[in-house]
């Protein structure tokens, strides 16, 4: 069974670099499907902010103004997000999924999410 | 973007009624949409994708239809743990887009 967990700091500062990585357990990425980075801040609904290919190829959200940025790494199966310049709009609990086998389709598989909190 | 506005933002009902939940897309997104579940503190579940095929598990007191822009979520009986907040998302233009979700909740 797909498992993915979520990991970083939940506290970041003002103007600094946010860094999540979700590790991935079940499956290899490399084995297919793309994975995902969805946020929702407190009280809020679901923003899709990108997601990646084993093979490295992404689609992002325009709404991060080229903000972030995601990777993979097969040999650790894991993949990352890379969010500059935050702001306290990016408070949020980010979760990392799996999506189905449509590309950048729905997500079927979650994390339990990792509430990250911008604040000096 | 693609808005996907729900409606109504809270359903008050009672275990055993039946709800019907719609999602509306402000552009067409043919058969790209899905539903999702969420209870507090918890990831969102997928329920329903391609915008009546129930995920893996999912009870077929869920079902779902719609196309275009017009879409609907049913559960047939309530149970009290369908108590959640329902959202819709449309995969089929970019970005990906979810809608604000509906709250169901115990009248």
């Known amino acids: 069974q797909v498992q993915l967990q979520e990991a970083g700091p939940g506290l970041v500062k003002p103007s600094e670099t946010l860094s999540l990585t979700c590790a991935v357990s079940?499956?290899?990425?490399?084995?297919?499907?793309?994975w995902g980075w969805i946020r929702q801040p407190p009280g809020k609904g679901l923003e899709w902010i990108g997601s990646?290919?084993?093979?490295?190829?992404?689609y992002y959200n325009p709404s991060l103004k080229s903000r972030g940025t995601i990777s993979v790494d097969t040999s650790k199966n894991h993949f990352s997000l890379t969010l500059r310049f935050v702001i306290a709009a990016d408070t949020a609990v980010y979760y990392c999924?799996?999506?189905?086998?449509?590309?950048?389709?729905?997500?079927?598989?979650w994390g339990q999410g990792t509430l990250v909190t911008v604040s000096s | 973007d693609t808005v996907m506005t729900q409606s109504p933002a809270t359903l008050s009902v009672s275990p055993g009624d039946r709800v019907t939940l719609s999602c509306r897309a402000s552009?067409?997104?043919?058969?790209?949409l899905a539903w999702y579940q969420q209870k507090p503190g918890q990831a969102p579940r997928l329920l329903i994708y391609d915008v009546s095929t129930g995920a893996t598990g999912i009870p077929a007191r869920f079902s779902a239809s719609g196309s275009g822009t017009e879409f609907t979520l049913s559960i047939s009986s309530l149970q009290s743990e369908d108590f959640a907040v329902y959202y819709c998302?449309?995969?089929?233009?970019?970005?990906?887009?979810f809608g604000q979700g509906t709250k169901v909740e115990i009248k």
């Open positions: 990646i290919y084993h093979s490295g190829s992404t």
């Open positions: 999924a799996r999506h189905t086998s449509v590309v950048v389709g729905p997500f079927e598989h």
């Open positions: 552009q067409g997104v043919s058969s790209n």
């Open positions: 079940g499956y290899s990425i490399s084995s297919g499907y793309y």
């Open positions: 998302q449309q995969y089929k233009n970019w970005p990906r887009t």
